[in-house]
DNA sequence: GTAAAAACTTGCAACAGCTGCAAAATTAAC
DNA sequence: GTTAATTTTGCAGCTGTTGCAAGTTTTTAC
């Protein structure tokens, strides 16, 4: 080798990595502009300078550039999960990693991120792929949950997960779709773990007849 | 008219049930004998005794024709919800629906249930469907919830929605992969609901912290 | 430094899902 | 029985997606 510049990363990789931001940036950008379905492969291609053809050998669908960077986030959260001081609890650390990942979220400014919720809210298709996926983190989540916890039955950490991941969600939505400041988003969600963590039945109001005569 | 025979539906109607009806086994039987990729919209036309276009003026994607019935199971779901007789809490409305809904599940035999559930394994778009389904669905059961305790808050009332079918899912799911028989899955449902009404902290392996140095 | 090998890009052709449109067939209404 | 409304159908066309066979670029070996 010659002078191994640009830290351990061969000519090869480097390329391929400008090509794939500029194939996703370019993505991203017409289809905040003209909107998803209005926006063709062939358009992506020539915004991002390679063929059309080549769009395929960086993704596998049209719907998956949307996603482009979610897989770094992902790596994120993977670390803060290791990054377990002992003697935490399992529920602590729940607790800490979501609220880590939302301060983290909430600081980045991701120009794309914005963006991306909007297509998603806007496209079935983007939103049921997004779903796809919080679905398949669920499953690394419960393996890392039994893991952490050998004394805890397989099938109560599957259920532990998904009602948290579920509960989650259903705040994050929420305060989404009712234009909540990130503020009001971070107490939410703690509302939320409170709520998971003392039960449904710590709520009066689940345990109460409703009044449901009418006059 | 007539005779106003076949209970009050005119030959129209009638006639556009039994090809929707049609197109749906004929597209299942397909799925399940060949595979779903390997099924064409002209194929499943061909076996409906239909013309290919008119696939599409029954459901709006070769996606969709694999959740036809649905509807109908939302439909009973929603009725079990109406039939809540006065004192009864939310919290055993919830257990009493989800009961007897795996109840008429199990008791129906469908035996396009087990072919749907086997494609939507197989299928990353089919499953993404699905949770797409599920999500829409969230969203009535959080309305009704609100409608039933006003005294809830809907942010709140969102994350018990959201948490409770989440961690059913998984309890299902989990079931699922792992072979049980259907009166194994009841009991898991039974600890799951268990788990989320007691709380998280009710487990012991969630609030003891694990050994975790190595040897 | 050059030549061979490996990896990546590209163009081409083709298939399948899906849509709009207008003609043909069917059902309903009078 | 005639007319109006609705449904089915065929057609033409676009887009996403894939396989294949060049052509180009980077890497590796000498």
Same mark, same amino acid.
């Given at each position: ?10 000519? #090869? ?81 729940? #607790? ?120």
């Amino acid at each position: 080798m010659h002078h191994d510049a640009a830290g351990s990363l061969g000519l #090869r990789e480097r390329k391929k990595r400008r090509t794939r931001q500029a194939i996703a940036a370019a993505a991203l950008r017409l289809f905040a502009e003209r909107g998803f379905d209005e926006t063709t492969i062939a358009d992506i291609a020539a915004a991002a300078e390679v063929a059309p053809r080549t769009f395929f050998s960086y993704f596998p669908s049209k719907e998956d550039v949307v996603f482009a960077e979610i897989d770094d986030r992902l790596a994120d959260v993977r670390e803060r999960l290791d990054r377990r001081p002992p003697g935490e609890t399992p529920l602590a650390t729940m #607790r800490r990693v979501v609220l880590e990942t939302m301060e983290a979220l909430a600081a980045e400014h991701g120009q794309f991120a914005a963006a991306r919720i909007k297509l998603m809210l806007e496209r079935p298709a983007l939103q049921a792929r997004a779903l796809q996926r919080l679905y398949d983190a669920e499953h690394e989540l419960t393996e890392r949950l039994q893991t952490i916890c050998p004394a805890l039955d397989p099938s109560d950490a599957a259920v532990v997960v998904g009602a948290t991941v579920g509960g989650l969600q259903a705040a994050i939505m929420y305060c989404r779709t009712h234009g909540y400041e990130p503020a009001e988003l971070n107490a939410a969600l703690d509302r939320a773990l409170g709520i998971m963590e003392r039960g449904l039945a710590s709520l009066p109001a689940l345990t109460t007849a409703p009044e449901n005569g009418p006059a």
